[in-house]
């Protein structure tokens, strides 16, 4: 979890972790010389739980690439998972990840759904996206990014392979997705249609901060993807999002829920 300036969100990032059904996890937040109480926040979850630890950056990188990579560099564990510093886990995450990862083949890296934060519950609902346009591979993700970074969990020898996330500027904001395409150059990649966590929309959020056509760009001249071109406008996006709500209902919320409350092995797309 990299972590800047985030006191009124981190405790409920932390807790949604510390309320994960499956226990045995360890927590690496890195905290980008926050300048507002977040580290000590943090501190005092480290105190009571030794299995969250607390690094800081010795200066501000302004790169949530390199935060991750120093946690992966300190990561202990088979499989690596991402959460952002204000966004949140459903208890269930890691558990039905995993049982992903068992569920056959050699699986490199498994996401899910996440609803957007919302005050409005229903508000969180126009969030719901097409699951069968979250399939990622290679041809899917040289077009668009249908990986939600805060929702994915993939193997740790894999993302060393691929030397973690790209600490270069010009990618700063996509820089989890250029990670996503190169795996899915060598690895097998799968989706979960389960919804698994809540993503905060912020106005002060990195896309937001971000000239992000400039950052597809720049991921499309060196990768020889078309994202850039890819992009449709807010009204398209809108109008694809209502036609595809009933199969998005139908996959996340009753063949879903009823997976996870039942305890059915998640479906998994591939």
């Known amino acids: 979890m990299p972590a800047f300036n985030m006191q009124d969100h981190i405790s409920a990032a932390i807790d949604s972790v510390l309320g994960q059904s499956f226990y045995d996890w360890e927590l690496i937040i890195i905290d980008d010389c926050s300048t507002d109480s977040t580290p000590q926040i943090?501190?005092?979850?480290?105190?009571?739980?030794?299995?969250?630890r607390l690094i800081r950056t010795n200066k501000n990188t302004n790169l949530p690439g390199a935060a991750?990579?120093?946690?992966?560099?300190?990561?202990t564990g088979r499989y690596i998972a991402f959460l952002d510093h204000d966004d949140v886990w459903r208890s269930i995450k890691l558990e039905r990840q995993l049982e992903a990862f068992s569920a056959g083949g050699s699986v490199d890296l498994v996401h899910s759904h996440l609803l957007g934060l919302h005050?409005?519950?229903?508000?969180?609902?126009?969030?719901?996206?097409?699951?069968?346009?979250?399939?990622?591979?290679?041809?899917?993700?040289?077009?668009?990014?249908?990986?939600q970074c805060s929702s994915v969990i993939v193997r740790s020898s894999t993302i060393k392979v691929?030397?973690?996330?790209?600490?270069?500027s010009e990618l700063r904001a996509v820089e989890d997705y250029d990670l996503w395409y190169r795996i899915s150059c060598s690895g097998k990649?799968?989706?979960?249609?389960?919804?698994?966590?809540?993503?905060?929309?912020?106005?002060?959020g990195t896309l937001a901060n971000?000239?992000?056509?400039?950052?597809?760009?720049?991921?499309?001249?060196?990768?020889?993807t078309q994202t850039a071109l890819y992009r449709r406008g807010k009204i398209k996006r809108r109008a694809a999002g209502i036609f595809a709500f009933p199969i998005s209902a139908y996959f996340y919320i009753v063949d879903g829920e009823f997976r996870i409350r039942t305890g059915i092995k998640p479906r998994i797309w591939s």
């Open 162 to 168: 691929h030397l973690g996330f790209s600490e270069d």
């Open 68 to 75: 991750r990579n120093i946690g992966i560099a300190l990561a």
């Open 42 to 52: 943090i501190q005092e979850y480290a105190a009571n739980d030794p299995r969250i």
């Open 210 to 224: 971000t000239r992000l056509l400039d950052k597809l760009e720049n991921f499309d001249e060196r990768n020889g």
């Open 119 to 147: 005050a409005s519950p229903f508000a969180k609902f126009t969030t719901l996206s097409n699951p069968f346009r979250r399939v990622a591979n290679k041809i899917t993700l040289s077009e668009r990014n249908v990986i």
């Open 189 to 204: 990649l799968v989706f979960v249609s389960e919804i698994h966590g809540q993503y905060r929309i912020s106005v002060s």
